[in-house]
């Protein structure tokens, strides 16, 4: 018998993930990605240890679920990422097609809903808010740590 | 003595870029970014051969450059590229808070002007036009050879 895992069964590896950016002194956010219930990609933001703006939580798993995968078009698979996409991540969802995002936490800030639904595919299903608090948690207490440096 | 090379300069390495792009089938778009005069990456798009949606030339030269300087952010730089950035793109320049965009062609559907100047870094001056029309006929070849097919 197959069981379908639950949003939240992926979102606490999403979370995991944003544990591992946490200990390596990286914003701490995590992203999974699932086709079929299977677990295609995971990865945590590294944009500190690789210099490299791009390398967001988001930006890997795509890379890397597009390898695994074979193909770079992401339709039936769903994304689970601890916080809101930036637009840049957005636009990367858009171009990969991705079938649904699952989101935890907002960010009023530097989040791609500032700009508009039409930044994702309109075929894109998008839900946010799942394991909300500790997915906020994790971001905020790494803050607050900073700044009290 | 040294002398400032100019946009137009910069920007025939960005076509030549493309050119490498188009005949490896892909959709033809060329990037180089330059510091001080000196040209610190470039990139062609190879989002086919990669599988990665992710792999535009803005993206592809951003992590170069990045690289090369040792640092995320090029505030000192200029990318010039040979067609309008994706909304994607531009979301990844504003996180390296490029300090100048230089692009050839526009792109309306795709680009990121659609969505507002707020897409880019509030530092970063943007200049376009530059060897627009080599820039859009290599493009405009492509697709209209595609069709063909």
Redesign the interface.
Known sequence: MITALGDEHFMRMALAEAEKARQSGEVPVGAVIVCNNVVVARAHNQ?EIL????AHAE?LA??AA??YL????LTDCTLFVTLEP???????L???QIGRIVYGASDDKRGYC???R??LHPKTKVEFGVLHDECQDILQHFFRKKRLW
């Open positions: 944009t210099h490299d703006v791009t930006m795509l890379t597009a390898g074979g193909g770079k078009y930036c637009p840049m991540c957005a636009g990367a858009h171009w990969a500032r700009f508009g039409e930044m």
